[in-house]
């Protein structure tokens, strides 16, 4: 995939990298230290996903560039609802974790938040010139028991940095019985509407 401009992704997460590597998109990852625990969790799942990914790229720390040159740089944040509507996200510890996904294992909700912010470097900063938004994202029902966890959470322990402690793909995908959805939206970021919205960026 080629893009004339340089493409920052502010994300700690595995999964978000996996895709972009795996598109053939380049990149570069920044650093981003943005404490979600100040955004507003009693808002609706759609709007907190938005806001905790905009919380993000105001924390996102970009290298210097050069007079003029412009960029772009993404973030974004994955949450999980179950059938009640209770929304989760990374676990505390390996119990809250086998907590989260009892509740999710009859059926759950992803959605995923991003922001892509076009940027300039001017006098030595960089300055935002355009922000896109873009949800995504979809439902599962898995075929996981007790012990199907207890395995799990063994042989996948980084599912404990993840929200809802789930992993849809890699040893993850086998107790996952039914998909609807965005697949790359529920994996931690949309890559269609992420190229879409990069080449629009691209043309203005």
């Keep these: 995939m080629f893009f004339t401009m340089r493409l920052f992704l502010a994300s700690k997460s595995a999964s978000r990298k996996f895709l972009l590597e795996d598109a053939k998109i380049p990149f570069t990852v920044?650093?981003?230290?943005?404490?979600?625990?100040?955004?507003?969790?009693?808002?609706?799942?759609?709007?907190?996903?938005?806001?905790?990914?905009r919380h993000k790229l105001s924390h996102a720390e970009l290298p210097s560039g050069i007079e003029g040159e412009r960029a772009i740089v993404v973030t974004a944040d994955t949450l999980v609802q179950d059938l009640a509507g209770v929304v989760y996200g990374k676990p505390e510890d390996r119990a809250d974790a086998v907590r989260q996904l009892r509740a999710l294992r009859n059926g759950l909700r992803v959605v995923t938040g991003m922001w892509v912010d076009r940027r300039r470097f001017s006098d030595g900063v960089?300055?935002?010139?355009?922000?896109?938004?873009?949800?995504?994202?979809?439902?599962?029902?898995?075929?996981?028991?007790?012990?199907?966890?207890?395995?799990?959470?063994?042989?996948?322990?980084?599912?404990?940095?993840?929200?809802?402690?789930?992993?849809?793909?890699?040893?993850?995908?086998q107790f996952v019985k039914e998909v609807h959805?965005?697949?790359?939206?529920?994996?931690?970021?949309?890559?269609?509407?992420?190229?879409a919205i990069i080449r629009q960026l691209e043309d203005l």
Aim: a negative charge; aromatic letters at 8%; one cysteine or more.
């Design 30 to 53: 920044v650093n981003q230290d943005a404490d979600e625990h100040f955004c507003d969790w009693g808002i609706p799942v759609e709007q907190l996903v938005l806001s905790i990914a």
């Design 181 to 195: 959805g965005s697949w790359t939206g529920m994996l931690g970021l949309a890559i269609p509407e992420l190229t």
């Design 126 to 173: 960089w300055v935002s010139e355009r922000l896109e938004s873009n949800l995504s994202g979809g439902t599962a029902v898995l075929a996981l028991s007790d012990a199907d966890i207890e395995r799990y959470l063994d042989t996948a322990p980084f599912a404990l940095s993840v929200a809802g402690s789930l992993l849809v793909d890699g040893y993850g995908a």
